[in-house]
C-alpha cells in the first residue's frame, strides 16, 4: 500500500457509515441457565454467538458446523477480478470462536423443532432451549445442465460464488479472456441470492479489464437475466443499465440459464413461455440459483407457502427475525424467508437484533427491537471507483453518508470497499460493532 493510499484510508475512516464502525452499546447481563444452539459459524452464527456471550449470564452457547476455514465473502469479486490475492479471504474459523462457547465440528443434517433438537450428520442428537439457524444458503448449480465447479477457471468458465478457489480460478479465465476479447455472458438467476451486487460487478470490472487490456473494442459482453430487471431496486437498475449502455453491454431479461457445454462454449436460456435461446461464449460468468441448505428445506422451520416456500427458506417474521412458528427460534443471515437482505452489511445491523430478541425471549418478554431490511452494497465500477448502495425492505435508498450521493460512483466507495469494510467484518465477528 502506497503512502497516499494509506492517508487516503485514514481520512476515509473519519467518514465511515455507521454501520461500519459504530460501538455496540453496553448492557446488563442476564442470568440464565439456557441453552442456546447456534447452526452455523458463518459471519451471522460468529457474530450473535459473540454478542449473547455478553449479554447472558450462565448460558450455554453451542455452534455446530462443520467448517475449518472462515471466508470473507464479500471479497470474492475482489479476487475474481484481480484486485487481492485470495490470502485476504481465509482465515481460520477456530481463531474467530468466542470464549467459553462449545463448538461441535459437525453439520445439522435436521432440525426437529417439535422436540427443540437437532442431529449432526455423524448422528449426534442436541437438545436446545433456543435455536439460531445462521446456516447460509445453498447454491444449487445442480440447476444448471453440464455445469461443472470443478472446471471453473478453463473453457473460459468462471463463477465467483463457490469460494475462494472458485473467485481466484475466475480471475485466470478473466485475464485469458481480457488477453484476446471475444463474447461473454454474464449470467443472473430468477431466485433470491447473496450479494445481489456480485453480478454487477462482475460485469462492470469485466469491462474495465477488457478497456485495460484494449481489447473492450472487439468484444461483445452480454447481461442475461431470468429476471424482468438487473437488480431488484428500480432507481439502481436503472443507474446500472445507464451505464451499461454507454460501455456497450448488451442486456437480455426474462432467460433463465438452464444448460452450458463447457466442452463447446455453448449456454442454453429458456423463457417463461419455454422458448430457447443458444448463445456461444468465450467467456461465462455463471450465477447458480439460490436456496436453502436440505435441512432446513426439508424441515418445518422452512416457509409452507407464499414467495419463500420454493426455496425452502427460513420462516421468520421480517422485523424480529423470530420464527413465526416456532417462538424460540430466530434466523439470521442469508437463511432467512424476508423480502431482501443477503449481504454481510445486513448481517452487521440484524445480528444486535436477534441477540436483543432473543434475550428477550429467554427473560419471556416479547421482542421489541425490529430489522428494516438494512442492505447495503458497494457496487464497483471499474477499478478505484465504486458507488455505495444502501437500501431497505421497501426498496428506498437510505445514505448512511448524506454528502455522499449513492448513484454517483466515488473513490472513497473504492476505498471503504478494498480497505476498510474487512476490518469492520471481522469487529462485527468479535461482538465489537
Not at 485514514?10 to 440464565?32: D, E, G, I
Amino acid at each position: 500500500m502506497t503512502g497516499s493510499t494509506r492517508r487516503a484510508l485514514l481520512r476515509a475512516a473519519s467518514l465511515a457509515p455507521a454501520w461500519a464502525m459504530a460501538p455496540a452499546p453496553a448492557r446488563a447481563a442476564l442470568k440464565t441457565n439456557a441453552h442456546i444452539v447456534i447452526a452455523g459459524s458463518g459471519l451471522g452464527g460468529i457474530a450473535v454467538a459473540s454478542r449473547l456471550g455478553k449479554l447472558l449470564d450462565g448460558a450455554r452457547i453451542t455452534i455446530v458446523d462443520r467448517k475449518e476455514e472462515h471466508n470473507y465473502q464479500p471479497g470474492y469479486t475482489l479476487v475474481a477480478t484481480g484486485v487481492w490475492p485470495v490470502s485476504k479471504v481465509r482465515d481460520r474459523n477456530a481463531d474467530l470462536q468466542p470464549a467459553g462457547v462449545r463448538w461441535v465440528k459437525d453439520m445439522v443434517a435436521s432440525f426437529d423443532p417439535a422436540s427443540n433438537s437437532v442431529t449432526t450428520a455423524g448422528g449426534q442428537r442436541i437438545g436446545y432451549d433456543f435455536l439460531v439457524v445462521a446456516t447460509g444458503l445453498h447454491l444449487d448449480f445442480a440447476q444448471v445442465a453440464g455445469m461443472d465447479v470443478g472446471a471453473i477457471g478453463t473453457h473460459g468458465l468462471a463463477s465467483v460464488y463457490p469460494g475462494p478457489q472458485a473467485a481466484q480460478a475466475t480471475w485466470a479465465a478473466m485475464q485469458g479472456f481480457a488477453a484476446k476479447g471475444g463474447q461473454a455472458l454474464m449470467t443472473l438467476p430468477a431466485t433470491p441470492l447473496k450479494c445481489a451486487g456480485a453480478p454487477l460487478k462482475m460485469t462492470f470490472m469485466l469491462c474495465d479489464r477488457l478497456r485495460q487490456a484494449a481489447t473492450l473494442d472487439k468484444s461483445k459482453v452480454r447481461f442475461v437475466s431470468a429476471l424482468g430487471n438487473v437488480f431488484g431496486v428500480k432507481v439502481v437498475n436503472d443507474n446500472v443499465l445507464a451505464r451499461w449502455q454507454a460501455l456497450g453491454v448488451a442486456v437480455e431479461t426474462n432467460h433463465k440459464l438452464v444448460a452450458v457445454d463447457i466442452g463447446a462454449r455453448r449456454a442454453t436460456f429458456v423463457t417463461p413461455e419455454g422458448e430457447k435461446l443458444e448463445l456461444p461464449y468465450d467467456f461465462i460468468h455463471v450465477v447458480p440459483p439460490m436456496r436453502a441448505p436440505d435441512a432446513v428445506k426439508n424441515s418445518d422451520l422452512a416457509w409452507k407457502d407464499g414467495p419463500f416456500a420454493a426455496g425452502g427458506w427460513l420462516e421468520v417474521d421480517k422485523a424480529t427475525l423470530q420464527h413465526r412458528r416456532f417462538p424460540n427460534v430466530f434466523g439470521l443471515g442469508d437463511i432467512n424467508g424476508t423480502p431482501r437482505g443477503k449481504t454481510a452489511a445486513t448481517v452487521k445491523k440484524s445480528a444486535p437484533i436477534v441477540a436483543h430478541n432473543l434475550v428477550q425471549a429467554i427473560a419471556g418478554r416479547r421482542p421489541d427491537e425490529d430489522f428494516d431490511g438494512y442492505t447495503s452494497c458497494p457496487l464497483i465500477t471499474r477499478e478505484g471507483s465504486a458507488m455505495l448502495i444502501e437500501f431497505d425492505y421497501e426498496g428506498r435508498l437510505t445514505p448512511s453518508l448524506p454528502m455522499i450521493d449513492p448513484l454517483q460512483e466515488s473513490y472513497f466507495a473504492w476505498l471503504m470497499k478494498i480497505g476498510m469494510l474487512k476490518p469492520a467484518y471481522m469487529a462485527v465477528l468479535k461482538g465489537r460493532v
